[in-house]
């Protein structure tokens, strides 16, 4: 499944749209996949500012329980309320109905230094 | 947000050919390689409970008994009452230490009446092994045969028919708890009419290198692949222990719920005296079906439960029930709080969750027509 081609990533398995003032979040196609079926997510209070790499919400699947951090440093401005009532969402449309959260980055600069999706498909590789 | 682990050397089934081909997701479990899941544990659970699901089993470990004093000796030391089986039947039973802790819980077959045929877990073949072997005794003769056999568990209400299919309508399942020896393509195989889904179901061991095939016709035949995910589901929602989970050396079969498998009126056997003390002085602790109310994160293992803000134990075993889309789980609790209905805690992640006491099993197959 192709992510949208303003998306960055982090090493982590997050995806953060580039270019947009509230930037939307969620986990990579790889990430769910390696997870599995996802059954419970615990997502930040908006208006939280957070630090690049915190962690600042849980994915559970049937087997574990998984941090999600912070892609960039800014402030959460929105939450996906489908997300959380239904997390099957993440596995069915990671980039799409299943993304997490909308984030305020203090720097633009921060999200352009990720990965684009090549590069970050390439990572997974070696 | 996924660690990569080092494993060490790990055992490899006989059945990994036909995981591969089947694109299953690989886990370390108990030293051995197993699937976790193919298509999703919800899924393979979902279809054991509907119609039929197989599972590779084959790191669990295969031992035979034999011997005139065979019967008796293996009455000295596992709970369950060995000598009431006639051939072909099987049952239950735990292997317990001196102070009534449990290595091991097992299925022991009387093949023939002086033939036994033990299915022990991966995670304590070692220690069996060595208990049994230590334990040996004249008129006894014990084997531990596991690398010459391939196991899987075929479960669910369809398994009959996989079998039938399987087998090409050459061979009968044996009756619940049974075992039969059959000769298939020139070849000795074992079908025991047992499992740990709470569905019907056998388990078939076949050589070794006839494994991948006869994993591949049951596929064939409608069985869907179901790795160690929905193996650990489908036995939660029974309520049956995980041996390192829910039962462990310190903790005896009564603890455990498990009085129905221990005969402490057959005579001596390794850890009567403690369970005979429980009996009379009343068990330190149960192990207590706990079930979360709705909209909590899923239960595990270790997390705290607390009764009236005071701690009382933790979570030995948990998860969400992809059948009742709840968090079930089981605690070792003090005996009061085991009753239904008694109103529990449990933390995680530094909040507490609302919970109760419930009875097991945490699921009940609906009525069939």
Redesign the interface.
């Known amino acids: 499944m192709p992510a949208p081609a303003n998306a960055r990533f982090a090493a982590s398995h997050e995806w953060i749209l580039s270019g947009t003032a509230d930037a939307t979040v969620g986990i990579s196609d790889h990430a769910q996949k390696e997870l599995g079926d996802v059954v419970y997510i615990e997502l930040p209070k908006v208006g939280r500012k957070v630090a690049a790499k915190e962690a600042i919400a849980v994915i559970e699947s049937v087997k574990a329980a998984s941090d999600i951090y912070a892609p960039v440093a800014g402030t959460i401005t929105a939450i996906n309320d489908a997300v959380a009532a239904d997390s099957s969402l993440v596995n069915s449309d990671p980039y799409g109905n299943g993304w997490l959260f909308t984030i305020q980055p203090d720097s633009p600069a921060d999200t352009d230094a990720l990965m684009p999706e090549a590069a970050y498909l390439a990572s997974l590789e070696s | 947000?996924?660690a990569d682990v080092d494993a060490p050397a790990l055992s490899q089934s006989p059945l990994l050919p036909a995981h591969l081909a089947l694109g299953a997701?690989m886990v370390p479990f108990a030293g051995w390689n197993m699937p976790?899941?193919y298509a999703?544990?919800?899924?393979e659970h979902l279809a054991v409970r509907s119609s039929c699901g197989i599972f590779d089993i084959s790191h669990m470990g295969e031992f035979f008994v034999s011997g005139p004093d065979a019967t008796a000796w293996l009455d000295s030391l596992l709970t369950n009452r060995a000598a009431s089986l006639n051939p072909g039947q099987g049952q239950y039973t735990l292997l317990l230490n001196e102070k009534g802790g449990v290595i091991d819980d097992l299925i022991a077959y009387r093949l023939d009446h002086d033939q036994w045929f033990l299915v022990v877990n991966a995670g304590r073949l070692d220690e069996d092994r060595t208990w049994f072997s230590q334990h040996a005794t004249p008129g006894v003769s014990f084997t531990d045969d596991s690398p010459a056999w391939a196991a899987m568990a075929i479960q669910g209400p369809l398994a009959p028919q996989v079998f039938h299919a399987i087998t090409d309508g050459t061979a009968s399942l044996p009756p619940r708890n049974g075992i039969a020896k059959l000769s298939l393509n020139g070849t000795t195989c074992i079908v025991c009419r047992t499992g740990y889904t709470g569905e019907d179901g056998f388990e078939f061991f076949t050589p070794a290198a006839d494994g991948p095939a006869w994993f591949q016709k049951a596929v064939a035949a409608g069985a869907t692949p179901c790795g160690l995910?929905a193996r650990d589901?489908l036995r939660l929602e029974m309520g049956y222990p995980l041996n390192g989970n829910d039962l462990s050396y310190d903790r005896s079969p009564l603890e455990a719920g498990l009085g129905f498998f221990v005969a402490l009126d057959k005579g001596p056997f390794t850890g009567r005296d403690t369970l005979l003390a429980q009996k009379a002085s009343g068990l330190p602790s149960r192990l207590t079906a706990i079930r979360m109310a709705p909209g909590a994160?899923?239960p595990?293992a270790h997390y705290p439960v607390f009764h009236n803000d005071t701690p009382v134990g933790e979570l030995s075993s948990g998860?969400?029930s992809?059948s009742l889309s709840a968090g079930i789980a089981m605690a070792y609790l003090p005996p009061a709080l085991a009753t239904p209905g008694t109103q529990l805690e449990i933390e995680i992640?530094g909040r507490k969750w609302p919970a109760e006491s419930v009875k097991k099993p945490f699921y009940r197959k609906p009525p069939s027509d």
């Open positions: 947000m996924i997701r976790v899941q999703g544990i919800s899924a995910g589901t994160p899923p595990r998860g969400i992809p992640r």
